[in-house]
C-alpha cells in the first residue's frame, strides 16, 4: 500500500483498519510516552538507533551494522510501508524518514501532528507493546544523500545553493554556542524548526509553510542543505522540505561538526 501520501491526517490513519500487513506504524517518542499510551498497533524505536553518538559529530548516520539491526527488527522487505511519528512536531519522525531516504527505501509517510494531534482528535490509544515479524535486513547507505563538510564549501557560492539553519535564533547568532566556535554557515538563513509547526493546531505543519519560507529566501528553486546542531530538529525541516516539493538534503554532521571543525568558517549576526 504504498499509494498512502507522504503527509497522512490521524483520521486517515484511523480508518486504516485493520491495518495492511506491509504497514509498520513507528512510534519515535520516548519510552515513558510509548508506555503511557501510544497508536494502536505501533512499534517503538528508540532514536538514539538513528544516530551514530560518536563525538563531535554524535548525529551522523549510524553505522550499516547499527541500521541493520533496526530494519531487521522492523521486518524490513522492499514494500513495507512505514507511517512514523512522534510527540515533538515532528524532529525524529523527520529523521527517521531522511534514514530512510539514505538507504533507499521510498515507501513513507509522517502522520501530521504526530502523538499531539491523534490524542486532539480524540483518537484510542493502547499501551500494547507491539512487534513486527523480524526479517534479516542488510541496507546499504547511499553516499549521495550524504552531505559532507566539502560539498557545503564547494557550493556557497553558488546562486542556486542555500543552506537553511534550524536551531534557534540565539545559536544562529553565536549567543548560545554548543561547540567550540558559535555562529552560522556563511550565507545561512535561520528558519527555527518549530516556526513551521502551526501551534494552534496541534503541532501540524502550517498550512502556510511554503508562503512563510519564500519570505525568508528558503524558495523550491534551490538547492537547499538543511542542519540544526546534531540533525534531529533538522530532522522536520527535512521533511517539511519534502512535502513542499524542496531539492533538499540534510547535513547530519550539523554545527556539532562544523562548529568543531578547525577550517570551517563561521559568521556570526
Known amino acids: 500500500m504504498s499509494d498512502l501520501p507522504l503527509l497522512i491526517e490521524p483520521e486517515v490513519l484511523a480508518e486504516l483498519k485493520p491495518l495492511p500487513a506491509n504497514v509498520v506504524i513507528v512510534d519515535l517518542?520516548?519510552?515513558s510516552s510509548?508506555?503511557?499510551?501510544?497508536?494502536?498497533?505501533?512499534?517503538?524505536?528508540?532514536?538514539?538507533?538513528?544516530l551514530c553518538n560518536i563525538p563531535p559529530a554524535p548525529g551522523r548516520i549510524a553505522p550499516a551494522e547499527q541500521l541493520d539491526r533496526l530494519f531487521t527488527y522492523l521486518g524490513l522487505t522492499p514494500d513495507t510501508h512505514f507511517i512514523?511519528?512522534?510527540?515533538?512536531?515532528?524532529?525524529?519522525?523527520?529523521?527517521?524518514?531522511?534514514?530512510l531516504d539514505t538507504i533507499g527505501h521510498p515507501h513513507y509517510s509522517y502522520l501530521n501532528g504526530g502523538?499531539?494531534?491523534?490524542?486532539?482528535?480524540?483518537?484510542?490509544?493502547?499501551?500494547?507493546?507491539?512487534?513486527?515479524?523480524?526479517?534479516?535486513?542488510?541496507?546499504?547507505?547511499?553516499?549521495?544523500?550524504?552531505?559532507?563538510?566539502?560539498?557545503?564549501?564547494?557550493?556557497?557560492?553558488?546562486?542556486d545553493f542555500l543552506v537553511w539553519d534550524a536551531r534557534s535564533p540565539a545559536e544562529y547568532r553565536g549567543e548560545k554556542v554548543l561547540a567550540q566556535k558559535g555562529g552560522h554557515i556563511p550565507g545561512a538563513i535561520n528558519a527555527e524548526w518549530t516556526s513551521l509547526m502551526d501551534h494552534q493546531d496541534s503541532l501540524r505543519i502550517r498550512p502556510d509553510a511554503e508562503a512563510y519560507l519564500a519570505k525568508l529566501g528558503i524558495t523550491k528553486d534551490k538547492r537547499i542543505v538543511t542542519h540544526c546542531?546534531?540533525?534531529h530538529r533538522s530532522g522536520f525541516t527535512y521533511l517539511v522540505g519534502k512535502v513542499l516539493g524542496f531539492d533538499i538534503k540534510g547535513y547530519h554532521g550539523s554545527w556539532a561538526e562544523w562548529g568543531n571543525h578547525p577550517e570551517t568558517p563561521v559568521e556570526t549576526a
Not at 34 to 50: E, W
Open 29 to 31: 517518542c520516548s519510552e
Open 34 to 50: 510509548y508506555r503511557a499510551g501510544h497508536i494502536p498497533g505501533s512499534v517503538h524505536v528508540p532514536p538514539q538507533m538513528l
Open 84 to 99: 512514523v511519528y512522534d510527540d515533538e512536531g515532528g524532529g525524529w519522525a523527520g529523521r527517521f524518514i531522511w534514514t
Open 115 to 159: 502523538l499531539h494531534a491523534w490524542k486532539a482528535e480524540g483518537l484510542p490509544l493502547s499501551t500494547k507493546e507491539e512487534q513486527v515479524e523480524m526479517r534479516e535486513a542488510s541496507v546499504t547507505i547511499n553516499p549521495d544523500v550524504l552531505v559532507e563538510i566539502p560539498e557545503i564549501l564547494a557550493n556557497l557560492d553558488k546562486e
Open 229 to 231: 546542531q546534531t540533525h
